[in-house]
């Protein structure tokens, strides 16, 4: 433990069943081994290792179920009603993890695609270049789910596209981080990934867990955003490498950095459309296309004018009969 942080050089079944209270977890984002002799992947794919931590430990691949039942069992304990659960997991073992979650009651939210750069190159297949996210919650409670915090409803890009579609898509494109020169781990996620996960599903505050430290990203980023953290790692060369580098770490020190959302959601978003109010917009909509002859356009006037959403206009204007006489 250091500070106010509970980072423990432990076992994470053994360690969340000693230090973490039943559903008090707000947040679970975490990367369980590999379970496919990770430490010896570099002798197959001609990595330089010089610089990467010694002590990866590994699953043998005939335990991993029984490990991922008893770590996911953990997780469904401690998370609270509400909470949320990321695994991030190559396709490996995933169906072990799969099996593992439908043995509790928590819900899949998404199962999401991460694609990063420089995938492990072969020859007599397609190139591996993805993980997978998985995204449980638990039921009970609301689930925190921001899904403004990045970018708001009326955001576009150049193309008029819009930005908070875009990055809710359940297929995310983030590169891995370069380390070269720098001590690292076998494997660290980009805190790109944490940062964003940690916004849609986590407050100010919220406390956060990973399972499996590896090299702290998690622990980091929920410390950058002002998130309480508790995490295990086994690997103690790993634990006391990176627990230097939290000591330093500032709370908060990665907000300044966050994009500034314009989050204002229309006024009217969600309530039900009244007879007099469909009419209104037909009529509007026709005065206005007809003055500038451009659909798309012509929804984002009636956006402002009527408080709602693109999407709830535009289903509403399909459901008109024939309003531009096409």
Not at 40 to 49: D, G, P, V
Not at 79 to 96: E, K, M, Q, T
Not at 200 to 210: I, Q, R
Not at 216 to 244: C, M, P
């Amino acid at each position: 433990m250091i500070g106010s942080y509970q980072l423990y050089p432990s076992d994470c079944i053994e360690g969340a069943h000693k230090y973490i209270a039943d559903n008090s977890v707000d947040l679970i984002i975490t990367d369980p081994p590999y379970g496919i002799e990770a430490n010896k992947l570099h002798r197959h794919y001609h990595r330089h290792e010089e610089k990467v931590i010694n002590g990866y430990v590994e699953i043998p691949r005939e335990k991993y179920p029984s490990f991922s039942n008893k770590w996911i069992k953990e997780a469904e304990r401690i998370l609270r009603p509400g909470g949320s659960l990321y695994v991030i997991s190559g396709y490996s073992n995933l169906a072990d993890i799969l099996n593992a979650l439908q043995k509790t009651d928590m819900e899949e939210k998404n199962h999401i695609i991460w694609k990063y750069n420089f995938g492990v190159h072969t020859q007599k297949k397609y190139i591996s270049s993805h993980y997978h996210i998985l995204y449980y919650t638990k039921p009970g409670a609301k689930v925190t789910f921001n899904t403004y915090t990045r970018f708001g409803p009326a955001e576009k890009d150049n193309e008029n596209g819009s930005l908070n579609y875009q990055d809710r898509e359940d297929v995310w494109i983030i590169n891995r981080e370069y380390k070269t020169g720098e001590i690292r781990n076998k494997n660290e996620l980009p805190t790109k990934l944490i940062i964003k996960i940690m916004q849609y599903s986590s407050m100010e505050g919220d406390l956060v867990v990973d399972f499996f430290l590896g090299g702290f990203s998690t622990a980091k980023v929920a410390i950058g955003l002002n998130r309480k953290i508790i995490g295990f790692e086994v690997n103690k060369r790993s634990y006391d490498h990176h627990i230097k580098e939290i000591e330093i770490l500032k709370p908060g020190y990665l907000i300044p950095n966050l994009r500034e959302s314009n989050g204002k959601v229309p006024v009217n978003q969600r309530k039900r459309w009244s007879e007099p109010e469909r009419k209104k917009l037909k009529k509007r909509f026709l005065e206005i296309y007809k003055k500038i002859k451009h659909k798309r356009e012509t929804i984002r006037i009636l956006e402002k004018e009527f408080g709602r959403g693109y999407f709830s206009i535009l289903n509403q204007i399909e459901r008109m009969d024939n309003p531009i006489g096409d």
